[in-house]
């Protein structure tokens, strides 16, 4: 059983088009909730992180929230730059290692 | 600031061949990690070392070995390779105290025919 589930696997948007991605987990004892950004060819590039259920961080359009369970990342007005793969990461306690989910792919039309 | 270099960017290699795969930051991060990407698999954590001096296995060790040569380089060596090691490697590095927050190489795509 996967440890970190993204949903969905893909999500095509209009420009303007406001959405969430999920990530749920279900490891105990989390130190850190961790959201990235993934551009084709390119490495990921960290965005967020999330320690506590409640707590909420902004980036321009994004928007990631925490609960027990589970993490949203929101995204308000998209526009086609904000085209990528969004990938989550859990830091479990006791654990040397981050888990990362499969990514959601997120498109964008103008 | 270049942040996480790797080298090289692509290889190819028949099976059976050895390589090494270069890594370093100059962030001044004590703690490296190697990736590697598969579709439908997403990241998976290779090696990680968490200071210099010490490197411990990940979630996928076999067929790799690594050597944190100092604080900034950290290389990933392929003994004989096999087709199951195609795949995008990434290079990664962080703070100790906040080792979650990774910063990623541009990444090395192998080939192993």
């Known amino acids: 059983e996967d440890q970190v589930t993204q949903s969905p696997e893909a999500l095509r948007l209009q420009e303007g088009e406001s959405s969430s991605l999920n990530c749920s987990y279900t490891?105990?004892?989390?130190?850190?909730l961790f959201w990235y950004r993934q551009d084709p060819g390119k490495g990921p590039e960290f965005l967020f992180t999330?320690?506590?259920a409640g707590e909420e961080k902004e980036k321009e359009r994004l928007k990631a929230t925490l609960t027990k369970k589970e993490s949203f990342l929101h995204i308000t007005a998209p526009k086609p730059e904000d085209s990528a793969t969004y990938l989550c990461?859990?830091?479990?306690?006791?654990?040397?290692?981050?888990?990362f989910g499969k990514g959601t792919k997120l498109t964008v039309n103008p | 600031n270049a942040g996480v270099t790797q080298t090289p960017k692509f290889q190819v290699l028949k099976t059976g061949q050895s390589m090494t795969l270069q890594c370093a930051q100059d962030?001044?991060?004590?703690?490296m990690y190697w990736y590697r990407q598969d579709p439908g698999m997403g990241l998976r954590l290779i090696y990680y070392?968490?200071?210099?001096?010490?490197?411990d296995k990940g979630e996928v060790p076999n067929g790799y070995n690594v050597s944190r040569l100092n604080k900034r380089e950290f290389s990933l060596r392929l003994e004989s390779a096999a087709p199951s090691q195609t795949s995008v490697y990434f290079c990664?590095?962080?703070?100790?105290?906040?080792?979650?927050?990774?910063?990623f190489g541009p990444g090395t795509r192998l080939t192993v025919t």
């Open positions: 070392s968490a200071s210099e001096g010490t490197t």
């Open positions: 990461a859990v830091w479990e306690g006791g654990s040397e290692k981050l888990v």
């Open positions: 990664a590095s962080s703070d100790l105290g906040r080792r979650g927050e990774q910063y």
């Open positions: 999330l320690y506590s």
């Open positions: 490891v105990s004892g989390l130190r850190g």
């Open positions: 962030m001044n991060h004590n703690s």
